[in-house]
């Protein structure tokens, strides 16, 4: 068996550096390349060099991130059960929809799940009934409106 330190990484494997420059970005996207750098021992140019690579890799993203139901937005979760063999062309197909903002193939009840922020109920409307049944391979689906978020969260997987 090949020694470990000496066994290539994965592409998308993450260093143990990485992965502590990931959590105080999780934290706070904001904080400087400085601070950060010196709460982990190493250079700002490091910190630089690895959140650009990450960002690069499409491993991380730094963005603003806004509430859609403060901003006074209808939220929804959508189930879709798919024909045979159309699975991954329904998929790209919901994720060109501009409303879509969430979409994951998924086992169990459902085939696909997407999340839809529309700008009020007549929107919402519009979609169900207007856009949602042009995809070709969409067998049916069940629509979810969220009532209250009560936790959602972009602090995880990296220790």
Known sequence: MPNSRNSPRRPDELSPLEKRIIEHLQSDG???FTQIATEIGVSEAAVRARTNRLIDRGILQIVGVADPGKLGFQQVLIGLRCEPGRLVTVADALAALPEVDYVVITTGRYDILIEVVTEDNEGLLRFLTDRLPL??????TETFTYLRLVKQT??????
């Open 154 to 159: 972009y602090q995880f997987g990296t220790r």
């Open 135 to 140: 995809i070709d391979g969409v067998r049916d």
């Open 30 to 32: 904001r904080r400087p």
